[in-house]
């Protein structure tokens, strides 16, 4: 990188880090972002979209665009075995999408990569940020610039390796860089485990029948189980995993595009996904096609004990972290960075107090508390199915929404809010 000063650093360019880096150039706010990738995820991971987070990029005139690339779902079934037990409806939010979008994470990165060039900001690929050093009126973090070099005689391998390091001076430092958040350590701020582990293995397939347009969560006595439907008549079935080796790291996310087929491989994994879906959902008698690829996933429910100090700050998984259902770490991750980029453009551009910031951090560790149900969540009513009754704590993190639309989703099962 050359400049050596900017305003605004945002450090993650994934879909939180891009929407953060767009907010603040609209505002016109100098900002530069980085990531130590090579470029966007390429795979078609489930990026759900809440009505309130489309609300958002239609601020920007995106939402229509979005929408072209996903896939449009009103309905959420909760199910146990081969019975439905209850469903809510996003067309009861009304406004102007009520619906959840469910579509590739590349396109959603695609789409905002593509505006914020058209706002004037490259994403600095193959940067990372590696340390940093507060001061009063700013920050001075150290980037470094990577590349990749072919090492090794016998078997040759790729590795990455440091071309250079610079200062950056910058006046704010945003850290929308993930689970293993290099800012938020750096920075100094906890990060809290609320709750177990949870793994996944997903996978995503085709099938040879027709599958009904809805979200199926089914919630067993042990497991939790989505099929999702996707863009393009894809689907994918995401099943809890009972004896998963958890690791220290959080597994990255695959960014290549190639997968590698081995038809006998390839057709014990098809065997599975069929075997399994039927034990866990005698209901689903489709047959799958084919499996395009397959991945395996922890989740942890974990919250910082503060989203920020002086002139650093969080936003989106860097700060949380919450089951993969309900997607609400992405989505309130998309509302933290227009609340962010709001409270910036008032203290750099309207001479407000930097002590603004701290409404931010007691607004988020407020809805947080209630989305990660502490110290209790969802509240059953005395005429509440029972089976939902049972099961409150963890619907909760299957409700596609967050604030209000959550309240409204949960009373469709006749739950309350705390």
């Not at 990026?47 to 987070?53: I, R």
């Not at 969802?378 to 199915?385: A, F, G, K, V």
Request: charged content about 25%; hydrophobic content about 40%; proline content about 5%.
């Amino acid at each position: 990188m050359r400049q050596a000063h900017t305003e605004v650093l945002v450090v993650g360019a994934g879909p939180v880090g891009l929407w953060t880096a767009l907010l603040l150039a609209e505002k016109g706010i100098e900002v530069s972002l980085i990531d130590r990738e090579s470029r966007t995820a390429a795979r078609s991971y489930a990026c759900a979209l809440h009505p309130a987070t489309l609300k958002l990029l239609d601020t920007l005139g995106l939402a229509e665009s979005a929408i072209e690339r996903g896939r449009r779902v009103d309905t959420v079934a909760f199910y146990d075995g081969p019975a439905r037990q209850g469903e809510i409806h996003l067309s009861k939010l009304g406004g102007s999408f009520p619906f959840l979008l469910i579509l590739p994470q590349s396109g959603l990165e695609g789409l905002l990569e593509q505006r914020l060039r058209a706002a004037g900001v490259q994403v600095h690929w193959n940067h990372r940020f590696e340390d940093l050093t507060q001061q009063e009126e700013d920050v001075s973090a150290v980037i470094e610039e990577l590349e990749g070099t072919n090492t090794g005689y016998i078997v040759p391998h790729w590795e990455t390796v440091v071309k250079n390091r610079s200062p950056l001076g910058v006046e704010f430092l945003i850290g929308t860089d993930g689970h293993n958040s290099m800012v938020r350590s750096r920075a100094g701020l906890e990060y809290q485990r609320v709750g177990e582990t949870e793994s996944f293995a997903a996978f995503e397939f085709e099938s040879k029948d027709k599958i009904a347009n809805e979200l199926r969560v089914v919630l067993d006595e042990t497991t939790t189980n989505v099929l999702w439907p996707l863009a393009d008549d894809r689907f994918r079935w995401t099943f809890q995993l009972l004896r998963a080796e958890i690791s220290g790291d959080f597994p990255e996310k695959e960014r290549r595009a190639v997968r590698i087929d081995q038809p006998t491989i390839d057709e014990r994994i098809r065997q599975y996904v069929q075997k399994v879906a039927h034990q866990r959902a005698p209901w689903f008698t489709s047959e799958i096609k084919r499996v395009h690829w397959c991945s395996e996933v922890s989740f942890e429910r974990r919250l910082v004990t503060q989203f920020g100090r002086k002139r650093c700050w969080l936003a989106g998984d860097a700060a949380h972290q919450t089951g993969p259902v309900g997607v609400q770490s992405m989505n309130m991750g998309f509302r933290e960075a227009a609340m962010l980029a709001s409270i910036l453009h008032k203290v750099l551009r309207e001479a407000a107090p930097i002590s603004l910031l701290d409404t931010y951090n007691c607004d988020l560790q407020k809805e947080w508390q209630m989305l990660l149900a502490r110290p209790r969540g969802l509240q059953p009513r005395s005429e509440t199915n029972p089976w939902v009754a049972k099961r409150c704590d963890r619907i909760l993190p299957c409700l596609p929404a967050c604030g209000t639309d959550l309240g409204q989703l949960a009373a469709q099962l006749q739950l309350a809010p705390p």
